[in-house]
């Protein structure tokens, strides 16, 4: 059974750090890893998706980078702001079976002034 | 705008009582999918159905039913039979074909006393 699990748990940064959150997932048969924002009583936000053949992803300020054989992801984020407080999810599609997403618990990340 | 939408954003009802949620998207999406969310525990799968007039059981479907009578429509019954109802509720959608990130609405807090 796929476990997604994301260290640490909440982390609390000054302005303009830049910053690595972590992901990992102990059966690496997987066809994507997703990382999503969420705020605070809202639904969640795609940031990136990398496909299972693919090392890294970008997005403006945001990189993401996959090693399926070692079963870890990172979020990097760049000249972090207050506006990137939020909280940070991993998501993982396993292949061979319902093809369902299994996310990890989250990182709360708050950015501050 | 495209995007997902559900109805009501806060539920209150009675223990004993059915209660529906409602999600619509207007996305094309074929695929749409019920989460629920507690503090601590990260998402949880309730049902997901991939075609019109077909759904699966999730991780925690006990307690639920779904309907998907329409590709945009995918209502979520939350029945007497459910232990502990209070929780968010999250739905969202994908296309089926490739590697088709996840879009979610913005939740429906359910408090049932």
């Known amino acids: 059974k796929q476990e997604v699990t994301q260290i640490p748990a909440a982390l609390s940064v000054p302005e303009g750090e830049n910053l690595v959150l972590n992901c990992s997932f102990t059966?690496?048969?997987?066809?994507?890893l997703q990382w999503f924002r969420q705020d605070p009583g809202k639904g969640l936000t795609s940031l990136l998706l990398?496909?299972?053949?693919?090392r890294e992803q970008t997005s403006g300020r945001l990189n993401a980078s996959l090693d399926k054989s070692s079963g870890r992801s990172t979020l990097y984020i760049a000249a972090s702001q207050p506006g990137d407080s939020a909280t940070y999810l991993c998501?993982?599609?396993?292949?061979?079976?319902?093809?369902?997403?299994?996310f990890g618990k989250g990182t709360k990340l708050t950015v501050n002034p | 705008d495209g995007g997902i939408t559900q109805s009501p954003k806060y539920l209150f009802r009675k223990e004993g009582q059915n209660v529906t949620l409602s999600c619509e998207q207007n996305l094309n999406h074929d695929a749409m999918y019920w989460y629920r969310q507690d503090p601590g525990q990260g998402l949880r799968l309730i049902y997901y159905s991939q075609i019109v007039n077909d759904f699966q059981k999730g991780d925690i479907a006990e307690g639920y039913s779904v309907s998907r009578e329409k590709k945009e429509s995918f209502p979520l019954t939350v029945t007497s039979a459910q232990k502990n109802p209070t929780a968010f509720y999250l739905c969202?959608?994908?296309?089926?074909?490739?590697?088709?990130?996840?879009?979610f609405g913005n939740g429906t807090r359910l408090t049932v006393t």
């Open positions: 969202a959608s994908s296309f089926l074909v490739g590697n088709s990130p996840l879009h």
């Open positions: 990398i496909q299972s053949s693919q």
């Open positions: 998501a993982v599609l396993t292949q061979g079976g319902s093809e369902k997403l299994v």
């Open positions: 059966d690496s048969a997987i066809y994507n």
